[in-house]
């Protein structure tokens, strides 16, 4: 501020204070008016239900999970936001029995799934009235557990006269990665799981290609079950853990070249999987060990992080084989693109790093992108189901007004099932070093 020295400054004062206060007035309103956040302005928007750009509702959905042993709930809208979510999982009661119960898991859902869907919605800030519909796993799963998820939707839609959205449990899986990332159709996708194992093509929010599948158990299964048997829970180190962690964890410090195990199914040029026989090989060597050591069913081997090493690198060779030639055989009949190719890699065994480095040799040796959900979305939860209910209203697919005579479903198959086409094409998979 410029004052004359000559000039008493006194005089001018209240004339000081004037300027002041004006130019703060002016300063302030200038903000309001050329500077707001961007939050505000979304907030704006939302409440208004106005989308820029273009003029249409603003689609929230809430998901609802109950297919196997997790209670999940989340409010999702159709830009991606997780407005909202909560899960109760039962993993310490099931790992305390040794497995799922289902009458124990079905229970459980039923003590938890109205405080569940509750704390998803009030963490949402949204009145259930603002919901554009409400969508439900009704299959594949547990039929206990899905039986409770089914029948509290259907009270709340009945309640809130809002449509429906059967989902299902594996699309929600393989579509979770174009919540995270921006994906296009077509994609390739690879489920590892306890409960699942498969390999599919997407085409579309619900048009899959089956390429293949686990003959017997899933992966997850097996490792859990080798865990077991070699009893790592008794472990210092692996005591919190589940199974599949403590695998991973112990086969850190184990040598794999200590057994040699054949992958399973090496003859078969289809993309099927098969871990029961592994687990059986699996074992008979901790037989022969407790043998040799010594020592009793239920104690340390001494080898067990040796054998940790063996079973993890044969999972993960097979697991790279068979997406492997799924990848070939996509590329071979145009089914996906020839240098731009996704692979997308989803379920709890997703997060076992060995294994996602023997896919990365694969993708790296086929020019495809390999791309994961972060571990909270690979696993069960609420927040996929929620996003397939806005993929299926962006696509205007399976909304339901009329929910009589819906009825979940234990077994269903994913897509189009071609594994046999897959099998006919006898794909020689080149070998790769499996230097991981
Ligand atoms: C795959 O390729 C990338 C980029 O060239 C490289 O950084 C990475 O180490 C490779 N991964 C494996 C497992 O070889």
Redesign the pocket.
Known sequence: MLVPSNVCFYNYFPGIIFILVIMLILNKTARVFFKPSKRKVDGFLRSFNFHPGTLFLHKIVLGIETSCDDTAAAVVDETGNVLGEAIHSQTEVHLKTGGIIPPVAQQLHRENIQRIVQEALCASGISPSELSAIATTIKPGLALSLGVGLSFSLQLVDQLKKPFIPIHHMEAHALTIRLTNKVEFPFLVLLISGGHCLLALVRGVSDFLLLGKSLDIAPGDMLDKVARRLSLIKHPECSTMSGGKAIEHLAKQGNRFHFDINSPMQRAKNCDFSFSGLQHVIDKIIMQKEKEEGIEKGQILSSAADIAAAVQHTTACHIAKRTHRAILFCKQRDLLSQSNAVLVVSGGVASNLYIR??L??V??ATQCTLLCPPPRLCTDNGIMIAWNGIERLRAGLGILDNIEGIRYEPKCPLGVDISKEVAEAAIKVPRLKM??
């Open positions: 480095r023997a990365e040799i993708t790296n230097k991981i």
